[in-house]
């Protein structure tokens, strides 16, 4: 069954249709008649869209064919392949068509601001005897972080203590992405 219904010759209304071939047109057949016809494939209208991505303080920027009527929201992900350089998934940070807003479709974008998410900076503070150490390590975005998990990094073996979020607050398990810092204890 097709999303939308579809005029029938036959019928002489708009009816549910299936879908018998794709192609250059499509061809259909009517739920209520049976009747196999064609019908011409709507063309989706494409924008370059400018994307600038951030990856731990470095700036790329890429562009992008997208629909024109695809809606962009803050917080979104977005895979960004420009067909020249790497394809990077993206979160959507910031959308900019004549002001800075939260919501905008494509064709209306002139600029989107995202940071990349399938590779990711992870920032650790190691607690022990008074002391603490800032350590910095890449690790891939999906990459799960838990209170109370035992990690080694840059010869320090230290226990998961807390963990806090992008967005604002704290929690038990999150994945790399969407971490700001974490806070462990040397062992």
Not at 46 to 69: E, G, H, T
Not at 85 to 113: C, G, N
Not at 138 to 144: A, I, L
């Amino acid at each position: 069954m097709l999303e939308d219904q579809i005029f029938c010759p036959t019928c002489g209304e708009d009816t549910d249709h299936a879908l018998v071939k794709s192609g250059q047109e499509n061809l259909v057949r009517c739920e209520n008649c049976g009747t196999v016809h064609s019908v011409q494939k709507k063309r989706e209208r494409l924008v370059n869209l400018r994307v600038i991505v951030n990856q731990d303080r470095r700036s790329q920027s890429y562009f992008i064919k997208i629909p024109a009527q695809d809606v962009l929201h803050v917080g979104d992900e977005l895979l960004v392949d420009d067909g020249v350089q790497d394809v990077v998934m993206t979160e959507i940070a910031s959308i900019e068509t004549d002001r800075r807003v939260e919501v905008a479709a494509a064709e209306e974008a002139k600029t989107v601001w995202a940071r990349a998410t399938d590779e990711v900076p992870l920032k650790i503070s190691v607690y022990h005897s008074g002391v603490t150490h800032s350590l910095k390590t890449m690790v891939q975005g999906d990459e799960m972080v838990e209170v109370g998990e035992t990690r080694e990094l840059q010869g320090y073996k230290f226990r998961v203590v807390k963990i806090k979020l992008r967005s604002e607050g704290f929690a038990d398990a999150a994945e790399a992405k969407d971490i700001v810092r974490v806070w462990g204890r040397e062992i």
